[in-house]
């Protein structure tokens, strides 16, 4: 499975292209996190990864921006292992080790949608990670 | 030596333990650091003076300045701070130091700026006035919105839970009658060697809040035990890495320094009520809280440390190896501290009032009524607020003199069309000031005063606010 952030404009939202898209291509899309409104949106999905590619280009086509994102970057120099991002984290991604050590699960984070736990560290170790998307053409000639 | 109490006993732990060492890595606001700088040419008495933007000065002479752990950078409030500062001071780094005086006929020079490092200091030690808390509270918040605090992120309703402090590795849980410990005391602090100077401010032995104030020379520190840290909304701070070496010089100390995890309790408190005396909710153990989660008012809530348990060990362990090694010699107080005194809340001249002191009784309705109904109420009640309330008592909703008035206008009869249910409301025991500042915000005259589980308990209003202010 890979994760795919997608982002809606504010004239896409409206539209049904995520349905469209899984009903295409029959996709079973898992999604992870959703936040949208009348001025857009993006959500955080799963797509295996036989299908990824067509599923990422397919949503380009449609002129809406895709990126597989870095989600959440961990400095281990800063982190001193205090453990305070560990109940916030809806997911339970953040453990400590039987050394007291604090660690990341990087493929149970769900990433720069939630960043709970990025203003939450002393040691300001936590960096949510905004990816720029690659440009797509279709949003290139809307802006021009 | 808590496992060999336990598995041997009292008599045996004493006879084969000489020293146990404690640890502890915490966020310790009220720590700092004297400098001095040597004097510049011409001479300088430092009025005001910034390192790295933040404001380090102190009302002493010419160039000693302290700079203190909260004290935040004027270009990075709550991102950097005095505890950064000391960091990078102490792994080396060179700081921007910028100084304003007056001038004096002694002391001409009135605008300095330079860099520096540790070695250009010629003292440079840490001071801290309150280290080492003994316990700390556990923390929730029961409100409807997150809140940051200096006990981190609080999520609403209780979804997340903080505590700080080693538990059993803490030191003064080990001797908590100080036998060993006082003025004198040789420590592990900051990766170094200091002392413990004194009792901590708010030291408070009665109730096992115990604190202890310390200084050590912090150009021999190291900045793995002293790290600045930010918390979001309250300011920053400094992580302090101390060790306290305890000799087991009778039997009762080889009982004592096997103090476990489930024997130390702390209170759970509410913090979303922004009042000296918070709500409780009952006690929890230290073994509970390192377990990852807690039970309150029935329902299971995960927890999170603030301090770091990997880095307390990393402090106990390296003073062993330091006392192992003979770098390290254990010191025999040459004053103890007080195990009597408890910590006194502030004496006020000058009340402030809450909520609960202008709040009165609010004029309700439940949703079944007509507009009718509710536009007389108004009207005999003199009131321009009506609470809707369910059977229970429970908020549901409000509806105002200006609604009515509108329904009226536009010939609409159902109390559910005009009503409004995004209420915002007040708690009994907030400070009126924030109660009013919140009314201002959302515009509006009125709040509804409700409890934990949204009992209307009455209301405020503008008018209230504004006649108590005219008083």
């Given amino acids: 499975m890979a994760r795919i952030l997608i982002r809606f404009d504010e004239d896409q939202v409206s539209e049904p292209i995520a349905s469209q898209i899984i009903i295409e291509y029959k996709v079973p899309m898992a999604i992870l996190s959703a936040h949208i409104n009348s001025k857009g949106g993006e959500i955080l999905a799963e797509v295996p990864d036989d299908i990824l590619e067509k599923v990422v280009n397919a949503f380009r086509q449609r002129g809406v921006s895709v990126t597989v994102p870095k989600l959440i970057e961990v400095d281990s120099d800063k982190c001193f292992s205090c453990g305070s991002c560990i109940a916030l984290c809806p997911v339970e991604a953040i453990s400590v080790a039987k050394d007291s050590t604090v660690q990341f699960d990087k493929e149970k984070c769900v990433g720069s949608t939630c960043s709970v736990c990025v203003d939450a560290c002393p040691a300001r170790a936590i960096k949510s990670i905004k990816q720029n998307s690659l440009e797509n053409p279709a949003n290139r000639k809307k802006k021009s | ?250 039997e009762g100390l080889a009982k004592k320094t096997a103090v476990q995890d489930k024997d130390i309790l702390t209170d759970i408190v509410d913090y979303s009520v922004p009042r000296r005396d918070r709500p409780k909710f009952g006690q929890v153990s230290y073994k509970e809280l390192k377990s990852g989660s807690i039970t309150v008012n029935g329902k299971k809530i995960r927890v999170s440390s603030l301090s770091s348990l990997k880095i307390a060990k990393k402090v106990s362990q390296t003073l062993k190896s330091w006392i192992d090694e003979g770098t390290f010699l254990l010191t025999s107080p040459v004053e103890r501290l007080p195990t009597n005194t408890a910590f006194k809340p502030m004496r006020q001249t000058e009340e402030i009032p809450f909520v609960v002191s202008v709040m009165h009784p609010a004029v309700t309705c439940t949703e079944k009524e007509e507009i009718q109904a509710i536009a007389k109420r108004i009207v005999t009640k003199s009131v321009n607020h009506i609470v809707v309330v369910d059977e229970a008592g429970k908020l549901i909703g409000i509806v105002t003199s200006w609604d009515v008035t509108r329904a009226m206008a536009e010939g609409k009869t159902a109390l559910a069309d005009i009503e409004s249910h995004n209420v915002v409301t007040a708690k009994p025991d907030e400070p009126l000031e924030i109660a009013s500042k919140r009314m201002a915000q959302n515009n509006i005259s009125a709040l509804p005063v409700i409890d934990i589980e949204r009992k209307v308990l009455g209301i405020i209003t503008a008018e209230d606010v504004s006649k108590l202010l005219g008083r």
């Fill in chain 2, 1 to 250: 030596m808590k496992k060999l109490v336990e598995s041997s006993g009292v008599e045996v732990a004493f006879k084969e333990v000489d020293v146990v060492t404690t640890g502890t890595f915490g966020a310790m606001c009220s720590s700092g650091a004297v400098v001095n700088l040597g004097h510049s040419d011409p001479p300088i008495k430092i009025e005001k003076a910034w390192i790295n933007d933040v404001d380090v000065c102190h009302p002493g002479a010419a160039v000693d300045l302290f700079i203190g752990a909260t004290n935040m950078s004027e270009k990075l409030p709550f991102e950097y701070g005095g505890g950064h500062v000391i960091q990078d001071l102490v792994a080396g780094q060179e700081v921007e130091l910028r100084a304003t005086s007056y001038g004096t006929d002694c002391y001409p020079r009135t605008s300095l700026k330079t860099t520096l490092t540790k070695d250009d200091l010629n003292q440079f030690y840490l001071l801290n006035f309150r280290n080492c808390y003994q316990r700390y509270n556990c923390a929730v918040n029961s409100s409807d919105k997150t809140i940051y605090t200096y006990m981190s992120k609080l999520l609403p309703r209780f979804r997340n839970a903080t505590y700080s402090g080693a538990g059993e590795l803490n030191p003064l849980m080990n001797d908590p009658d100080y036998e060993t410990m006082g003025m004198g005391t040789r420590i592990f602090l900051g990766g170094g060697q200091g002392y413990i100077i004194g009792e901590g401010t708010q030291h408070s032995p009665k109730n096992l809040n115990g604190t202890l104030m310390v200084k050590g020379d912090a150009k021999r520190m190291s900045p793995e035990f002293l790290q600045g840290a930010a918390f979001t909304g309250y300011g920053t701070s400094l992580y302090v890495g101390l060790g306290v070496p305890i000799p087991i010089l009778n």
